[in-house]
């Protein structure tokens, strides 16, 4: 978690500017209000958890206080989790620099691209929006002028990122560190749509109706399921060190079925993208 000197909060958009390094808000980049309301809120509380945590590794003091020095985490006796699955970076959404592949083929993308946000912004996207995995946020400035944008991702780094992108565009949203597939709450009312772009071809094999059963898990009764994925194309694909799995449009289709989804469609833009929209039964 990095030390912001002047910020938008995460939680109410308010801008602030902190006095002192020591400053909890300029770690967790909350305002003073919502910082103190961190006993009541799951998302607050966690923030000022790791804000505490980031600062005490970084060795920064606060007036009074001796410095404090980084300690090892103590080690559980549980098998270790895999690493996250890293976020696409910005650069690869738009075809520059390392993943630049030739005129031609880029604006090919480009095209397609530019498809897929088109179609995204023609869902009937309203109300608690889900974006689980949503990396740096390439696509959260729209999903939060449609609804109540809940945006999770498990690299920090990223979601950073996302959170800079909403700012710059004067949108809020709850940001989350969260792993996608992680347990649904029992008492979870379920969300009214979720934008899953990028996220089943990080699972494999049987793995796909899991996944599609995390998601139904996520939504309530008649919630819409939007799906962006990749179709294996060699001038397109994951960012490269990426294990990646491309999954053909009618196995999508039957592991969503199975899950409890329906009116499911499935559509490629072209080379590059597939895009797809389901309803929750």
Known sequence: ?????????LWCGEAWTVR??????????????CLGKAGTNQFLRGRLRDAITARGAAGVTTPGSAPVAASAPKQRALAPAPPPVPAFPGDWFLRRDLFERGAIHDAA??????VVTRWLDELPLAGRVLEPAAGVGFFSPLLATKGELHASDADG?????????????????????????????QDDPGADALVAAFLLGRVRGAGLDTAAVTL???LRPGGLLAVIELLPDTAGGPPPGI???????????????????????????GRFFLTGSATAV
Not at 1 to 9: G, K, L, Q, S, V
Not at 161 to 168: C, E, F, H, I, S
């Open 157 to 185: 780094e990223a979601l950073d990122l996302a959170r800079d992108r909403l700012v710059a565009h004067r949108l809020r949203a709850h940001l989350h560190l969260a792993d996608p597939w992680g347990a649904v709450a």
């Open 216 to 218: 139904r898990r996520r």
């Open 243 to 269: 294990s990646w799995t491309t999954h053909e449009p009618g196995v999508v289709e039957a592991a969503l079925g199975r899950a409890g989804f329906d009116s499911v469609q499935l559509r490629p833009t």
């Open 1 to 9: 978690m990095a030390f912001r000197t002047r910020f938008d909060c």
């Open 109 to 114: 993308w480009a095209a397609e691209l530019d």
């Open 20 to 33: 002192t390094p020591g400053d909890l808000e300029g770690w967790a980049q909350l305002c003073p209000t």
